[in-house]
């Protein structure tokens, strides 16, 4: 199962710890929703979600305020006995001396931020969305190109790095070479990102490894890029009959999700780089509404009804 560390969690979210003396290293969150325990606080535990991240805001602080000392023992007690992940409180609101004693007893971490609670909410959800997100691993290399995330991939030694290399150098930037990580972040988009271990590396036959960051600056690399096209690489095959108008757009999938996908065949002299930055641009252009393809296609009719109405006439 897919999780995320909570030391990681207060560290994205600059959390302050309010039970430092707890150790939290091996604690995990697998759920990316939040609960706001406002039912739970008034005695109602039925259909607790006890594993996700807990988000106290000002209206179940002031309700807490308002509890008789023996109510609140019974509460909290309740509460952090259900193996929470961890406790936030939002707006700098800090919990009584009898919440964190509690907590302590029961070893739920509780932090505290400065962000008003919908802030809080909005943000950490739509990271913990990406960060849990389902994610299988491919063999490419991914791009910015034009602000459109393409996908090249291709058999080992087609020429995959040297396009990106290609690419960098005409001012796109590098997202990842040889292993590309998508993660499936709703049914409509797929963000990719590289492994820790090899981001902003490319590997160039011949020449070894490069550090595309240190060599081309900051400007040159990217973390995270959705993927809105795939450009395959092939060995050209002069038996093989390729798309020559791309009226139908071919689809390749991943993770569930279809994206538009070219096959492009490779030979000596073609400039791969200006093959990849004109699919970039036709493919941004397509999405605005305008079809090269068709529009050749609509003169091509009026140009034949044209003619006929001409003979007709004759």
């Known amino acids: 199962m897919t999780s995320v560390k909570l ?6 979210m600059k ?17 990316p929703d939040i609960n706001r325990p406002a039912l739970q606080l008034a005695g109602y535990f039925e259909h607790f979600e006890a594993t996700r991240l807990q988000v106290v805001g000002f209206v179940e602080y002031s309700y807490i305020e308002g509890l008789p000392e023996a109510r609140k023992k019974e509460i909290y007690t309740r509460l952090l006995s259900c193996e929470i992940p961890a406790i936030v409180f939002c707006r700098e609101l800090k919990p009584d001396e009898l919440f964190l004693k509690t907590a302590i007893e029961y070893k739920v971490p509780v932090l505290m931020t400065k962000k008003a609670t919908s802030a809080f909410m909005a943000e950490i959800i739509r990271w913990m969305n990406v960060m849990l997100a389902p994610c299988i691993s491919v063999h490419g290399v991914l791009v910015d190109v034009f602000g459109e995330g393409v996908l090249i991939t291709g058999e080992s030694g087609i020429g995959k790095s040297e396009a990106a290399l290609e690419l960098i150098k005409r001012g796109h930037r590098l997202v990842t070479d040889d292993a590309v990580e998508i993660r499936k972040v709703s049914d409509d988009t797929l963000v990719g990102s590289a492994p820790d271990i090899t981001k902003h590396f490319i590997e160039l036959r011949g020449i070894g490894i490069i550090d595309v960051k240190t060599l081309f600056g900051v400007s040159s690399v990217k973390d995270t890029q959705n993927i809105d096209l795939v450009i ?34 490779i030979r000596p002299g073609r400039n791969l780089a200006v093959i990849c930055e004109s699919a970039a641009i036709n493919h941004r252009q397509k999405k605005m509404g305008y079809n090269a393809a ?10 034949l009804t044209r003619r006929r109405d001409e003979d007709e006439d004759e």
């Not at 030391?7 to 994205?12: A, G, P």
């Not at 959390?15 to 759920?31: A, G, M, R």
């Not at 068709?294 to 140009?303: A, G, N, T």
Request: aromatic residues 8%.
């Open 232 to 265: 395959r690489l092939e060995d050209w095959d002069k038996e093989k009959e390729y798309d020559r108008l791309g009226l139908e757009e071919e689809y390749t999938e991943y993770l569930g999700n279809k994206v538009v996908c070219h096959n492009i065949p």
């Open 7 to 12: 030391e990681r969690i207060i560290e994205k």
């Open 294 to 303: 068709q529009e050749l296609y609509r003169r091509v009719q009026e140009s």
């Open 15 to 31: 959390l302050e710890n309010l039970t430092p003396e707890l150790d939290i290293s091996k604690i995990k969150v697998t759920q």
